[in-house]
T-cell receptor, first 115, second 114 residues
Framework: DVKVTQSSRYLVKRTGEKVFLECVQDMDHENMFWYRQDPGLGLRLIYFSYDVKMKEKGDIPEGYSVSREKKERFSLILESASTNQTSMYLC??????????????FGEGSWLTVV | AQKVTQAQTEISVVEKEDVTLDCVYETRDTTYYLFWYKQPPSGELVFLIR??????QNEISGRYSWNFQKSTSSFNFTITASQVVDSAVYFC???????????FGTGTKLQVIP
């Protein structure tokens, strides 16, 4: 069965802290994604990666960076957390090739609160 | 640019009622894919259906059915005889052919009251 695992469900961090959100998938998928979900705005793509060490900016990359050193792991990094980054973060993966037409599989989400 | 509109923010129905969730999309591509996902309170988005732009056949899966109409750029989702377990946020999404990006709608929160 398909599985995308996000290491932390709930986090509370202070403004200015460096925050790491970890995601692991066990499906040998090439494509991995980080989305942010906010009420009334739906899901917005932060970054995606289509191969190890490759990354592409999504719609809202500002204030975030990512790391993909291994195929199964995709990390989202907030270099200096701010209160406007309080949100639900969703990691996802999809099979190789173009994303279009491929089903995207999601993790359970990480609720981040920045105080 | 691609866009997905789910005009219904929240819907409440009484159990056993039928309910339709609307989805309207915009794209300039002739090849594209449409999706519906369910997000229960636990948070994980669960894939429900995928439809490509060349297949306008409606689909039924148990109590779920989907109506795809290219003429109106709509991909609506109907739940027949709703149940409390259907309570969730439902997202419609669109990806264009050969393009590594999926655009999601803002979601419709469905509450089924016992």
């Amino acid at each position: 069965d398909v599985k995308v695992t996000q290491s932390s469900r709930y986090l509370v961090k202070r403004t200015g802290e460096k925050v790491f959100l970890e995601c692991v998938q066990d499906m040998d998928h090439e494509n991995m994604f980080w989305y942010r979900q906010d009420p009334g705005l739906g899901l917005r793509l932060i970054y995606f990666s289509y191969d190890v060490k490759m990354k592409e900016k999504g719609d809202i990359p500002e204030g975030y960076s990512v790391s993909r050193e291994k195929k199964e792991r995709f990390s989202l990094i907030l270099e200096s957390a701010s209160t406007n980054q309080t949100s639900m973060y969703l990691c996802a993966s999809s099979p190789p090739g173009s994303v279009s037409g491929n089903t995207i599989y999601f993790g359970e989400g990480s609720w981040l609160t920045v105080v | 640019a691609q866009k997905v509109t789910q005009a219904q923010t929240e819907i409440s129905v009484v159990e056993k009622e039928d309910v339709t969730l609307d989805c309207v999309y915009e794209t300039r591509d002739t090849t594209y894919y449409l999706f519906w996902y369910k997000q229960p309170p636990s948070g994980e988005l669960v894939f429900l259906i995928r439809r490509n732009s060349f297949d306008e056949q409606n689909e039924i899966s148990g109590r779920y059915s989907w109506n795809f109409q290219k003429s109106t750029s709509s991909f609506n989702f109907t739940i027949t005889a709703s149940q409390v377990v259907d309570s969730a946020v439902y997202f419609c999404a669109l990806s264009e052919g050969g393009y590594q990006k999926v655009t999601f709608g803002t979601g419709t929160k469905l509450q089924v009251i016992p």
